[in-house]
């Protein structure tokens, strides 16, 4: 079973920045590839991003793409996104989640095994 933990997510200005991350435990966090995904009100939840679980590989959705950043650090079980240039339609609940057994950066969120409880981020125009 692993167990993860989002958190940073915060109001902020269109323009201005914020960095999630995502804690694991219970796992071997560097075995698994890291999805953040997103939903915003009324919407259906979206890729936003993966990394491998060596970061050699990474995706993002054309939507992000330029503005933020994956990445992990597995000695701390931590995974992060970067999240700069943000927007008002960048306003969703955050979800990290892994996938145990892709050797790629899936989209498909049905390959994710384990999800976080979600952060909120909200980004006022």
């Known amino acids: 079973q692993v167990q993860l933990v989002e958190s940073g997510g915060s109001l902020v200005q269109a323009g201005g920045s914020l960095r999630l991350s995502c804690a694991a435990s219970?796992?071997?966090?560097?075995?698994?590839?890291m999805g953040w995904f997103r939903q915003a009100p009324g919407k259906e939840r979206e890729f936003v991003a993966a990394?491998?679980?060596?970061?050699?590989?990474?995706d993002y959705a054309d939507s992000v793409k330029g503005r933020f950043t994956i990445s992990r650090d597995n000695a701390k079980n931590t995974g992060y996104l970067q999240m700069n240039s943000l927007k008002p339609e960048d306003t969703a609940v955050y979800y990290c989640?892994?996938?145990?057994?892709?050797?790629?950066?899936?989209?498909?969120?049905?390959?994710?095994?384990?999800w976080g409880q979600g952060t909120q981020v909200t980004v006022s125009s």
């Open positions: 989640a892994v996938d145990l057994g892709s050797f790629g950066a899936p989209r498909d969120q049905g390959q994710y095994d384990y």
């Open positions: 219970g796992g071997t966090f560097g075995s698994y590839t």
């Open positions: 990394i491998r679980r060596s970061g050699g590989i990474v």
